[in-house]
Every structure is written in structure tokens, then in C-alpha cells.
């Protein structure tokens, strides 16, 4: 199976800060990541998709990058509506996996 | 943009059976591929399970190879797991959600349902 690594697995930070989540894969899934955001008692949200493609709806503050192992998500300006966990998720091999999640605190 | 709905939650004693149904409408569910995620209490993501579009391909995590089965009814744009031999382990949110096209089932989720509650106990 193939494991995501997140980190940090929690980061404070303030409105209008940018802030970086990175996810590392245990071996090469191209560019076959998505990341989601979760509210606390919601279902998740797609936010990203093939590594840097932004899902339709989704504020173009949120950037996603990388291949092969390493991927970050980058929030240009942090808005109160983006404090949640953030998960990424590969989606080359079965079974599918998701890192263990990233929970983005207000400072 | 579509919507899901799941359904038949509830408390289950370990080794017993429950159904979960899943709901579509909004868009045309055959064409899609469709995933059930789970999340324990307090924990993170967990992928299950996914059918193709056409049922013709299904991929389970290996912890539910052999007691679950993920199912559809194209014609009641619905989608099934039937748990059987549950442990206290399977308690969990399960959530339904929506994967690619046509031969791109096998793909990201891009719509998810509000989730349905799994309880397995005693």
C-alpha cells in the first residue's frame, strides 16, 4: 500500500497569513492527488485535483503542487472559513489511501 | 453539481449485517464511478470501497475484502455496501461519494454525501 505523509500535522497561523501543508507518498504516484477539506461534523470538500488543478467553485487562493512523491497545498490568505483539516489523498494505486490530516488552528 | 444521501446507520451488535444505501440525484449516476469512505471517531479519512460506473470493476481495502460488498442499481440511482461480520472496528461515519467517468471510475471524489453513522457494539 502506499503511504501519505502529511506535515505538519497541526499549524497555527492568523488571517491573511500563507501557509504551506506538504504530503509526502512512500513511492512515485505521478500527479495523481487530490486534496479535501474538512469542517468539523462535515463532509469532506474537494479542493484540489491531478496535483494543481483547482476544482470549479473553489477560491483561487488555494494552489496545489508537486509529482512522484512530494505535493504541497499553499493558501495564499489564510480567511476564517479555511480554518479546518486539510487531508490529501492518492488516487494511482488501489487501495487508495488519504495522509493522516493536517489541522490548521487560528494563532 | 449533484447530491447524495446516505442511509441505514445505526447500532449493530459485532458479527451482525447492516446495508447502507446511497441515494443520487442531480446527475447521471450511471456514468459515474462512486467510492464509500469511512472515518472512525476522531480519526482521519478511510477509503473502503469503489464500483465503476457499470459495475463491472470493484475494489475493496483489504479489511473489508471478504465481509463487504459494494453494489449499485443504476435504474434507482442507488448505491449499496453491504457490511456483513462486523467488528468493533468498522464503527465509523461512511460516506458515499462520486468518482470519474466511464473508464475513469477509478478517480478522485468530487461530491460526497453528508455521511451516515456506523456503530458497532455490545
Known amino acids: 500500500d502506499i503511504q501519505m505523509t502529511q506535515s505538519p500535522s497541526t499549524l497555527s497561523a492568523s488571517v491573511g497569513d500563507r501557509v504551506t501543508i506538504t504530503c509526502r507518498a512512500s513511492?512515485?504516484?505521478?500527479?495523481?492527488l487530490a486534496w479535501y477539506q474538512q469542517r468539523p461534523g462535515k463532509a469532506p470538500k474537494l479542493l484540489i485535483y491531478k496535483a494543481s488543478s483547482l476544482e470549479s467553485g473553489v477560491p483561487s487562493r488555494f494552489s496545489g503542487s508537486g509529482s512522484g512523491t512530494e505535493f504541497t497545498l499553499t493558501i495564499s490568505s489564510l480567511q476564517p472559513d479555511d480554518f479546518a483539516t486539510y487531508y490529501c489523498q492518492q488516487y494511482n494505486s488501489f487501495p487508495y489511501t488519504f495522509g493522516q490530516g493536517t489541522k490548521l488552528e487560528i494563532k | 453539481q449533484g447530491q447524495l444521501v446516505e442511509s441505514g446507520g445505526g447500532v449493530v451488535q459485532p458479527g451482525r449485517s447492516l446495508r447502507l444505501s446511497c441515494a443520487a440525484s442531480g446527475f447521471i449516476f450511471s456514468i459515474y464511478g462512486m467510492h464509500w469512505v469511512r472515518q472512525a471517531p476522531g480519526k482521519g479519512l478511510e477509503w473502503v470501497a469503489l464500483i465503476w460506473y457499470d459495475g463491472s470493476n470493484k475494489y475493496y481495502i483489504d479489511s473489508a475484502k471478504g465481509r463487504f460488498t459494494i453494489s449499485r442499481d443504476n435504474s434507482k440511482n442507488t448505491l449499496y455496501l453491504q457490511m456483513d461480520s462486523l467488528r468493533a472496528e468498522d464503527t465509523a461515519v461512511y460516506y458515499c461519494?462520486?468518482?470519474?467517468?466511464?473508464?475513469?471510475?477509478?478517480?478522485?471524489?468530487?461530491?460526497w454525501g453528508k455521511g451516515t453513522t456506523v456503530t458497532v457494539s455490545s
Open positions: 513511492q512515485s504516484i505521478s500527479s495523481w
Open positions: 461519494a462520486r468518482g470519474g467517468r466511464y473508464t475513469l471510475s477509478s478517480s478522485y471524489m468530487d461530491v
